[in-house]
């Protein structure tokens, strides 16, 4: 008998956990399907930044992630003999989004993480040792056929939806018929990852070495955990790196006083830096995220990042189709928003590294000269540690006009705005409306009805201060935290939004579904 579900999940790494966790809190059940028995034990990404870290205390793990990871205090860039051309410093505690902006952490560690907090919702299945071989479209459904490991039995999913989350090599690519485009950028590299209790004496912030032969990274992990990676020369494989012998000429300026018998390798591995974004990200009710739909070079450190983005952004619209409260063309919006943002931050990945690395002798020369300048040029430092992601472009979903400002496909800001409580804690996992003036008994009355938190803003706070310079007296926030709409009426605003968007919960079906069209071909007219 073939078992349906209403979402299947193909890979088990941070992007399809996030992606299950948040579809089991707006009540979705799901069954993710991972190659593996259990946590893949080396550690790949080792950066989140403050965005990201929303999600995290979104799934209710904030204070879990903050025990298990390590805020960095910049970027130092060095020339191939560590003169420091440059450093930027980063204030941990500053931030639109409440959380430190560049954070460090061991990805097994995180996972685990991720893992136990999905036990707390009993509607998610995660089963191991699954390959996944077969995902045809059928309608608007899906099936999945999977190979249990442990005894070869061969299984068929019936699903309404299925994520395909299984890393760069996806088989929910291939069977999509979905294929990567190279965006002319790989390099081999070689990531080491060291345990010790010897104190380094580093400032605890990212050093990157520019360099055009031996381009290099350094960044402290955890309390005893360091990451360096370097760009590894023709014919050099990682082999040639095994020990910590071998090791010693490249992590020397780190690691002058710590003997080899104090540093214990925990992984040496040759990695090839690519940047790639898939043509397509959905079939059907099949849909790619993560890796499985784009490739990003480490330079930014926005890889996993990107991954969970899309989890973000695809969750809340299926549960809204399932409930009736968006017509199903709403997921158009998906590929749409997010493919444009994964390609901005690939192609700020390239521009930066090749600024550190590119360029030949005349390169290095450039950097020489230009780094040390670079503090001198109002907005510059505070740019670089800025992380800021790119806003969403306009969709169905993000209504874009001369008159909204430039709010609109932009995060919001979470600050605490009341009971020393988060923006996001309370607006909860719904649509919410910013507004620095109050409303009338019936406009609150109608928005009520619609399930949309209203948070008035106080004089001069920070969500006051952001409308203002969004020059703006009101923003409509989707539930992933990306502005849907701003405007300086903010009467017309929740106008538009009760005839245009659908019901909440309290509403018939029918009626929910025709106002979600009623937006959409709004918006294709446009």
């Not at 381009?215 to 790196?241: K, P, S, V």
């Not at 943002?341 to 020489?368: E, F, K």
């Not at 659908?502 to 979600?516: D, S, T």
């Amino acid at each position: 008998m073939t078992q349906q579900v209403p979402v299947v999940i193909v890979g088990a790494g941070p992007t399809g956990i996030v992606a299950a966790t948040l579809l089991a809190q707006y009540g979705v059940e799901s069954l993710i399907l991972e190659r593996w028995p259990g946590v893949y034990p080396q550690p790949r990404a080792v950066h989140l930044d403050d965005e990201i870290y929303r999600i995290l205390a979104r799934l209710g793990i904030a204070e879990e992630f903050a025990a298990i990871s390590r805020p960095t205090l910049g970027l130092r860039l060095l020339d191939r003999h560590f003169n420091v051309l440059a450093q930027f410093h980063r204030d941990t505690a500053r931030s639109d989004h409440g959380y430190p902006q560049a954070n460090m952490f061991d990805q097994p560690e995180l996972e685990c993480l991720l893992r136990q907090n999905l036990r707390r919702y009993p509607g998610v299945e995660l089963r191991g040792n699954c390959d996944v071989t077969a995902v045809h479209a059928r309608g608007d459904r899906a099936q999945v056929t999977f190979t249990d490991r442990t005894d070869g039995s061969v299984h068929r999913i019936d699903a309404e939806y299925v994520l395909g989350c299984d890393g760069a090599n996806s088989v929910v690519r291939a069977q999509i018929g979905s294929s990567m485009r190279d965006l002319r950028f790989e390099q081999r590299w070689l990531v080491v990852d060291v345990a010790t209790d010897a104190d380094l004496g580093q400032w605890d912030g990212v050093y990157q070495v520019c360099d055009r032969v031996r381009a290099g990274t350094y960044m402290r992990i955890g309390q005893c955990r360091y990451r360096w990676e370097f760009r590894l020369l023709d014919r050099e494989t990682a082999r040639d790196f095994d020990t910590v012998a071998a090791l010693r000429p490249l992590i020397a300026p780190w690691t002058p006083d710590v003997p080899d018998s104090e540093l214990r390798l925990l992984r040496v591995a040759e990695y090839t830096f690519r940047a790639q974004i898939a043509d397509r990200w959905r079939r059907g009710n099949i849909f790619l995220l993560g890796d499985a739909a784009h490739l990003t070079p480490p330079f930014i450190g926005q890889g996993m990042g990107a991954g969970v983005r899309d989890a973000m952004n695809l969750a809340w619209k299926i549960a809204a189709v399932r409930r009736g409260t968006l017509p199903a063309n709403a997921l158009d919006s998906y590929e749409r928003e997010r493919k444009c943002h994964a390609r901005a931050l690939i192609r700020l990945a390239l521009v930066i590294g090749w600024s550190m690395t590119g360029g030949g002798r005349i390169g290095d020369r450039a950097r020489r000269i230009m780094l040390p300048r670079l503090r001198f040029i109002p907005g510059l430092r505070e740019k670089v540690v800025d992380s800021t992601t790119p806003a969403l472009r306009r969709s169905a979903l993000v209504h874009k006009s001369l008159r909204g400002g430039p709010l609109c496909g932009a995060m919001c800001p979470n600050p605490i705005v009341a009971g020393n409580r988060r923006f996001d804690d309370v607006a909860g996992g719904g649509f919410a409306l910013i507004t620095r003036v109050s409303l009338a008994a019936d406009q609150q009355e109608l928005l009520r009805t619609h399930a949309v938190t209203v948070v008035r803003t106080r004089p001069d706070d920070e969500l006051d201060e952001w409308l203002r310079r969004g020059r703006a007296q009101a923003a409509l926030v989707r539930p992933d935290r990306t502005v849907l709409r701003a405007a300086r009426d903010v009467s017309a605003l929740s106008r538009w939004f009760s005839h245009r968007f659908p019901l909440g919960e309290g509403a018939g079906r029918g009626a929910r579904q025709g106002a979600g069209a009623t937006l959409l071909a709004a918006e294709k007219c446009r």
